[in-house]
């Protein structure tokens, strides 16, 4: 049980947050406290204070962290075992440091002595529990088929603790994100071994576009909260095998390589992650047997009318033996057999003849 301040220590421990340095910090608007710029979190980190009550270990790994009863339960067993503080004090104070590789806490002091770093892809759940005046965060991390282990933080209010649950969804998304558009690419190497002949000068490559730049449809979409609860489950992201993929890279020239990964890039800016995550699908389904004009037709389902001329851009990677089939299917479908699927400077390009 943490020890009482005296009235000297009280004073000399509020002049020592003076002394603090300030954190890195960005303006976050309720309710969804999006990032204007989500390439903060990519290429940058955002810093939060918070207490960090502790760390229960050998957690169920089938826990709901969204039943407040449940994690509540865990939480004044841990107490009762001395694994957390029945009440903390400043000694407890820390930072939150996350980017979009992972979650790291330190001591709020001058030297800042690091506490846990915890990677973004071994988090599997994030919630805030309020309970009388504590607005309590818990992270659960670890073996998903093992015990698991929950860091409990508290906030100074829900604000707080919604921000950081937001932020970690964003930090999620990311890292999703990247490996979905990782398992597009394998997928369409693994399938074009015989690539057809296509003359890539036909295509007009797109204008990299950033993470930045992606709409906010694309945000996680958190577990809808009870009054006094917010959190978020996470997916397991797939580990990607990269030997496969640099055996799978050998096969395409490398004009191919750099149009598909422009393509993948492309499909980032106007795919939400559930849509690039069902394009991947549909790309496995293809070369695991289903019918390539049935691919076809689900692939336009997916676009939809607006984005149908994204199917161009799937030109260059079209075996042989399918490659009539598609150019006939591109005119069914109203895209001109010379369009191009760059639209940087409108979404529905003069070049491209719709329908």
């Known amino acids: 049980m943490p020890r009482k301040f005296t009235g000297k220590e009280k004073s000399r421990s509020a002049r020592d947050i003076y002394n603090r340095r300030e954190l890195k910090k960005v303006e976050l608007h309720p309710p969804s406290y999006s990032l204007s710029n989500?390439?903060?979190?990519?290429?940058?980190?955002?810093?939060?204070?918070?207490?960090?009550?502790?760390?229960?270990?050998?957690?169920?790994?089938?826990?709901?962290?969204?039943?407040?009863?449940?994690?509540?339960?865990?939480?004044?067993?841990?107490?009762?075992?001395?694994k957390l503080p029945w009440r903390t004090n400043m000694?407890?104070?820390?930072?939150?440091?996350?980017?979009?590789?992972?979650?790291?806490?330190?001591?709020?002091?001058?030297?800042?002595?690091?506490?846990?770093?915890?990677?973004?892809?071994?988090?599997?759940?994030?919630?805030?529990?309020?309970?009388?005046?504590?607005?309590?965060?818990?992270?659960?991390?670890?073996?998903?088929?093992?015990?698991?282990?929950?860091?409990?933080?508290?906030?100074?209010?829900?604000?707080?603790?919604?921000?950081?649950?937001?932020?970690?969804?964003?930090?999620?998304?990311?890292?999703?994100?990247?490996?979905?558009?990782?398992?597009?690419?394998?997928?369409?190497?693994?399938?074009?071994?015989?690539?057809?002949?296509?003359?890539?000068?036909?295509?007009?490559?797109?204008?990299?576009?950033?993470?930045?730049?992606?709409?906010?449809?694309?945000?996680?979409?958190?577990?809808?909260p009870r009054p006094d609860q917010y959190g978020f489950r996470t997916e397991s992201v797939q580990n990607l095998h990269t030997k496969r993929k640099t055996s799978a890279e050998s096969e395409l020239s490398g004009t191919a390589v750099e149009l598909l990964q422009q393509y993948t890039k492309k499909l980032q800016t106007k795919l939400n992650v559930g849509e690039l995550q069902q394009f991947a699908q549909l790309l496995r389904a293809w070369h695991t047997g289903i019918p390539f004009h049935e691919f076809c037709d689900k692939v336009l389902e997916l676009y939809g009318p607006e984005r149908k001329y994204l199917l161009l851009g799937m030109r260059p990677f079209i075996p042989d033996k399918d490659y009539t089939y598609f150019e006939s299917y591109l005119e069914r479908v109203g895209l001109s057999s010379n369009g191009t699927w760059s639209d940087s400077v409108s979404s529905n390009p003069g070049n491209v003849k719709y329908g």
Request: with cysteine.
């Open 91 to 224: 000694d407890h104070d820390a930072i939150f440091t996350l980017c979009a590789h992972d979650m790291k806490l330190s001591k709020r002091d001058g030297h800042e002595e690091i506490i846990i770093r915890v990677a973004i892809h071994e988090i599997e759940a994030v919630s805030y529990i309020r309970d009388d005046n504590q607005h309590i965060l818990t992270v659960k991390y670890g073996d998903p088929e093992g015990p698991c282990h929950l860091i409990v933080l508290l906030c100074e209010s829900k604000m707080g603790c919604e921000q950081l649950c937001s932020l970690m969804g964003q930090c999620f998304e990311l890292a999703y994100t990247d490996a979905t558009l990782q398992g597009i690419e394998l997928s369409y190497m693994d399938g074009t071994s015989s690539v057809s002949s296509f003359n890539s000068s036909n295509i007009t490559s797109s204008t990299t576009t950033s993470k930045s730049e992606r709409s906010d449809s694309n945000r996680s979409t958190p577990v809808t």
């Open 38 to 82: 989500p390439a903060i979190l990519a290429e940058s980190y955002i810093e939060m204070e918070v207490t960090f009550a502790g760390i229960i270990e050998g957690v169920r790994s089938d826990l709901d962290t969204t039943s407040r009863t449940d994690v509540l339960r865990i939480i004044d067993k841990g107490k009762r075992d001395g």
